[in-house]
């Protein structure tokens, strides 16, 4: 898929009032959007780290001290300025078991693991890999993010019933929450059209707040899912025995969370990067994804990793800045400490209606549109992966995605191979190899030769070939030992360097020309031993 439509979906979430930040000093101006846009996210934040800790099974704040060291912590370090970082429902999913099975403190030690191998990660530039997911898979992944956001934001449906179990709202109930949420998305939808004084999202929230607090209208608000009044997230070494049986139990649980949290991260940071026409730094992500984790499991988080939502609202509410990150954290902090009970009094209807305006904003329609126009492959992988995103996680959806367009990609090129051929003026019957020669397409190779009809002398020209890997070196070492058997001369032409080091060694005739490619096989290997050696 042309790098073009992903271009486009990106272009067509910009506001559009936005112009790009320029290099400097922030001007007041820049300073008020960066401060408001924060704030969005900060009211966004709270229902969201609340609703994951549920999920995770452990208390709200490390929920929302998790929102508070990751968001901070990135915001300052990241490889992107914008993006933003919390407790994530694809991690919580994770620590679930984790947390039934052996407890909180286990769960705080194998979130410093996780940052470790995250640092790891960094360290060892890791992160570059990304760049391995097709479009296809990006715009599934996005797809699919979008439906599991508005999926989720279905259960603030839900309400306490008189025997103590959630059922669905009915009635007026259900009509007042509607209709709050509507109000909220006209909110946004219209703001812009009208003032850029601050941003849409915030004056839905606010609005309908307010219109919820002075009129009194009976609606589930944010102090419903749990009290958020806490203090600073105080220092805690995590209570586990330090020995190999602890490192086999979390172990399994942070190398999971640690994959996870990149791959959502470095995504997210490649779709706010294509938004904002800015690359981002992928090692540096990794690194300060990493470092936050590390310093959440010390103090009582249950980490996390980039956002894509919330990032979505701070872009679209004009934060492009690192700015934008801290001042949500540090906004995130103060509801905890000093304005718990005002934030609690807010309606979840005027969340859920950003959240929706979100989702709206996140999926990608003209996906939809081209369905029939792009190869039936890249289709299937889109729609692969935005059905696996939904029923089961973000990371597994892009692994499954990126191993079926390779597999697609490798037939594709197996198929590819065939050859020309022609009689020299010596009576030498010369094979013009067009098409890679690897793993896939070795069996097609030896198809292509008839070693009992052929002359005396066969000559095999690579000219508009190449030869990818060890495979191919065998198959090239197998056709020569039939001819061999026929008492054949077989003559290989236009062979790297690299191949002629690797097939000398088993004696066979090679030409050198001057128009030799140069490239390197993947890996040394010595068909006469069996033996891998150097990497070329």
Not at 68 to 86: C, D, E, N, R
Not at 148 to 170: H, N, P, R, Y
Not at 210 to 222: K, N
Not at 299 to 304: A, C, L, R, V
């Amino acid at each position: 898929m042309p790098k073009a439509t992903l271009y486009a979906y990106a272009e067509k979430l910009k506001p559009k009032s936005w112009k790009e930040p320029k290099g400097g000093w922030c001007t007041p101006e820049c300073i008020k959007t960066e401060v408001l846009s924060g704030l969005t996210v900060a009211l966004a934040l709270v229902p969201e780290a609340v609703a994951f800790a549920f999920v995770a099974g452990v208390h709200p704040l490390v929920g929302l001290y998790a929102a508070f060291i990751v968001g901070l912590i990135t915001a300052v370090f990241g490889g992107k300025p914008g993006m933003i970082s919390g407790a994530t429902g694809a991690l919580a999913v994770v620590m679930v078991s984790l947390v039934a099975q052996h407890g909180v403190e286990y769960l705080f030690a194998t979130v410093v693991l996780m940052g470790i191998l995250q640092v790891l990660a960094g360290a060892f530039h890791l992160g570059k890999f990304i760049r391995l997911v097709p479009h296809p898979v990006m715009l599934g992944f996005v797809n699919g993010l979008a439906i599991v956001i508005f999926l989720a934001q279905l259960t603030q449906f839900q309400m306490i019933g008189a025997d103590g179990v959630k059922e669905w709202m009915s009635g007026w109930s259900l009509v007042t929450m509607l209709a709050l949420v509507g109000l909220t998305m006209l909110i946004i939808w219209g703001m812009p059209k009208v003032t850029n004084i601050i941003p849409a999202p915030l004056a839905g929230i606010g609005i309908v707040a307010a219109l919820v607090i002075f009129v009194g209208i009976d609606v589930p608000r944010v102090g419903d899912l749990a009290s958020i009044k806490g203090g600073l997230p105080p220092f805690h070494i995590p209570s586990v025995p330090l020995n190999f049986e602890t490192l086999k139990i979390i172990f399994p649980y942070a190398l999971i969370l640690a994959a996870i949290g990149l791959i959502e991260s470095l995504l997210t940071l490649n779709l706010v990067s294509e938004m904002t026409g800015k690359p981002g730094g992928t090692s540096k992500e990794c690194l300060a994804q990493g470092g936050a984790n590390i310093v959440t499991g010390f103090f009582g988080g249950m980490g996390g990793c980039a956002m894509i939502g919330q990032s979505m609202i701070n872009v679209k509410s004009g934060g492009r800045r690192r700015l934008s990150g801290i001042a949500a954290a540090a906004f995130l902090l103060i509801f905890i400490m000093f304005a718990s009970g005002l934030i609690e009094q807010i309606p979840l209807a005027a969340l859920v209606g950003v959240m929706f305006m979100v989702v709206i904003g996140t999926f990608a329609w003209q996906s939809l549109k081209i369905l029939k126009r792009i190869p039936l492959t890249d289709a299937l992988v889109m729609v692969l992966v935005t059905i696996v995103t939904v029923y089961s996680d973000l990371a597994i959806a892009v692994i499954v995605g990126v191993i079926v367009s390779a597999l697609a990609y490798a037939w594709s090129n197996a198929t590819r191979i065939h050859a020309k051929t022609v009689i020299n003026d010596k009576g030498a019957k010369v094979y013009q190899i067009e098409g890679p020669l690897f793993f896939g397409s070795t069996d097609g190779f030896t198809e292509l030769f008839n070693p009992k009809e052929d002359p005396e002398v066969v000559i095999v020209d690579f000219m508009n070939s190449r030869v990818v890997d060890q495979s191919a070196l065998q198959a090239v070492e197998d056709l020569a030992s039939k001819y061999e058997a026929e008492n054949k001369t077989l003559q290989l032409r236009h062979l790297s360097q690299d191949c002629h080091q690797l097939l000398n060694r088993a004696g066979q005739l090679m030409i050198d020309s001057d128009d030799d490619p140069h490239y390197g096989v993947a890996v040394d290997y010595s068909i006469k031993t069996g033996v891998f050696g150097g990497g070329h």
